[in-house]
């Protein structure tokens, strides 16, 4: 059983910039929590070999990166793209995504309102209403009208939201037409990759449910929505060729709002390579059309349907 990590998922961002003891602890949480996961181990002497770095400097990593930028932290030994990326997230604002979702905590609301022209209260509108999980569906939403029906916004913040949104992951501007260059939920630095197929996708969500529905994948407490700190989220690290992902059940509000905290799959990629790519996809069981009670990934229902229409039977 995995605790959740409220020192990690409850802290206000720093005051100060972040201590090089206190970012090597966050990286050896990481290493601990992806070998306790059944993780790659590689991967977790990884972040293990970077916190060690870091310990052991004299320079702290805040004044390596506010003099030399994300280019001198991947210089530091141990310290690729990767890994100098969560560093750049750690000093600037002090949370992590990654060490929260490996946590079992999913704040979409919070990427949301990161957005400018976003606050809080509306994020949280958005996720709820809309049913939106990603920047991706957020989007697309703000394209295809429904943003701009949702009460109190306005041609204005729409504009503004789109321009945002195309500023930071220079996304095709149609909803559907997206191009390589796609930001992820958090990940707003990165790419997401769209050499990442449906059948992939479709395949760890298979492997995924599969091994929930057998206990053959350890469970985390996450903080949120679990008073009783019940260690019930199944967690899966996998590997395509190349890619590294992570595979949980969605614990959002719209999930258990809607009771399908065991339906709705959240799949990372969680790329350790010197392209340093993420991304985020949700798969759920479709409710409507010719896809109806097939699995599918939102927001690629096209390529799902010729999945399906071509798969052998």
């Known amino acids: ?10 802290k206000p961002r720093y005051s100060r910039p972040p201590s090089n003891l206190e970012l090597a602890e966050k990286l050896q949480m990481v290493a601990d929590l992806l070998l306790s996961q059944g993780a790659n181990r590689f991967r977790a002497e990884a972040y293990h070999r ?4 870091l310990r052991e400097m004299k320079l702290s990593a805040w004044q390596i990166y506010q ?3 994300i280019e001198g932290l991947e ?5 690729g793209r990767t890994i100098s990326r969560a560093l750049q997230q750690m000093i600037r604002g002090g949370r992590w995504p990654l060490l929260e979702r490996l946590s079992g905590n999913d704040v979409t609301e919070q990427a949301f309102a990161s957005v400018p022209n976003i606050g809080s209260k509306l994020a949280q509108r958005i996720h709820n209403e809309l049913g939106i999980e990603t920047l991706v569906e957020l989007q697309a939403a703000a394209w295809d009208g429904r943003l701009q029906r949702m009460p109190g916004i306005g041609e204005k913040r729409v504009r503004a939201v789109r321009e945002s949104l195309a500023a930071r992951g220079r996304f095709a501007h149609s909803p559907g ?9 958090f990940e707003d630095h990165n790419d997401l990759t769209s050499d990442i197929s449906v059948a992939e996708l479709l395949d760890i969500d298979d492997e995924y449910r599969f091994k929930a529905a057998h206990s053959a994948l350890p469970r985390v ?16 690290h996998t590997e395509r060729g190349e890619w590294h992902y992570t595979a949980l059940f969605s614990n959002t509000e719209h999930a258990h709002a809607m009771g399908t905290t065991h339906d709705w799959v959240v ?11 993420h991304g985020r996809w949700t798969v759920i069981t479709s409710q409507f059309g010719k896809l109806r009670g097939h699995r599918i990934v939102r927001g690629r229902e096209r390529e799902c349907a010729e999945y399906y229409e071509n798969r052998p039977v």
């Open 1 to 10: 059983m995995i605790r959740p990590m409220e020192s990690e998922t409850s």
């Open 50 to 53: 970077a916190a060690e770095t």
């Open 67 to 69: 003099s030399q930028g």
């Open 75 to 79: 210089e530091l030994p141990g310290i």
């Open 177 to 185: 037409g997206f191009g390589e260059n796609q930001s992820p939920l």
């Open 221 to 236: 407490a996450p903080r949120r929505f679990n008073p009783a700190a019940e260690a019930w989220l199944p967690i899966l």
């Open 267 to 277: 799949i990372y990629l969680e790329d350790h390579n010197k392209r340093g790519q």
